[in-house]
């Protein structure tokens, strides 16, 4: 019986805009800034405050580990021209007998608008489809970040359900501290039948093209 890879390999993906890549020491000042700015504080469950000592884990330790560990990969999303950091692609809790992984992604605030976050997502899940041979991507959205929502549904994602009182989230308090609520998670899923056409779409809408990658 051939024995499946359990690891994703160490590559880099590309789109007519970005390079997503492994993090790099060089991100660090980018990642900090991003990881503070109150959105992603308010969705993910990031240290708040996000220091320098939290960056460094995460691109030394926590990033690389998700790959060579087998429970995912990271991506960190950079523009092509400038190699500005625009956000993370991280594929985790993979099951490798299913074929299936759960995506999350995070966007910087000066890059949110520019449809980065659809063109990395779906690069990411056409690479996990066609090269990794994957049957199964699962995205969790807390109920009220619409903005998380819309990039499922821009990528071709199903609609599967609620988990009700599934997530802590946190919003700002008075004093500019912030609290933990309760939320319920969006359930969606992208099948590699899912993406048919919608490469297709996206690029008629003006966006750039999915389809290269290395």
């Known amino acids: ?41 308010a969705w993910t469950s990031v240290p708040q405050p996000y ?26 999303v950079t523009e092509f021209l400038t190699q500005r950091l625009v956000g993370i692609v991280r594929l985790h809790h993979t099951n490798w007998r299913a074929l299936a992984t759960e995506a999350q992604y995070v966007t910087a605030p000066w890059a949110r ?12 899940a056409q690479w996990l489809f066609r ?23 821009k990528i071709g994602c199903i609609s599967e359900g609620v988990l009700r009182s599934a997530w802590i989230a946190r919003t700002q ?7 933990d609520f309760r939320t319920d ?3 969606w899923s992208l099948l590699p039948e899912d993406l048919e056409g919608v490469a297709e779409q996206m690029a008629d809408s003006g966006y750039a093209s999915f389809t290269d990658w290395n």
């Open 1 to 41: 019986m051939e024995l499946r890879m359990t690891t994703f390999p160490d590559v880099s993906i590309s789109t007519e805009r970005l390079v997503l890549r492994p993090f790099e020491p060089s991100d660090i000042p980018a990642h900090i800034e991003m990881m503070n700015d109150e959105m992603v504080t």
């Open 113 to 124: 608008g520019e449809g980065y976050a659809t063109e990395s997502v779906l690069a990411v």
């Open 185 to 187: 998670l969006l359930v």
């Open 51 to 76: 220091t320098q000592d939290d960056a460094e884990r995460w691109v030394h330790t926590i990033a690389p580990a998700e790959r060579t560990g087998g429970r995912g990969i990271v991506f960190a």
């Open 173 to 179: 308090t008075e004093d500019g501290g912030w609290t």
């Open 131 to 153: 090269d990794q041979k994957f049957e199964r991507i699962e995205v969790r959205t807390a109920a009220d970040n619409t903005a998380s929502q819309q990039v499922a549904q």
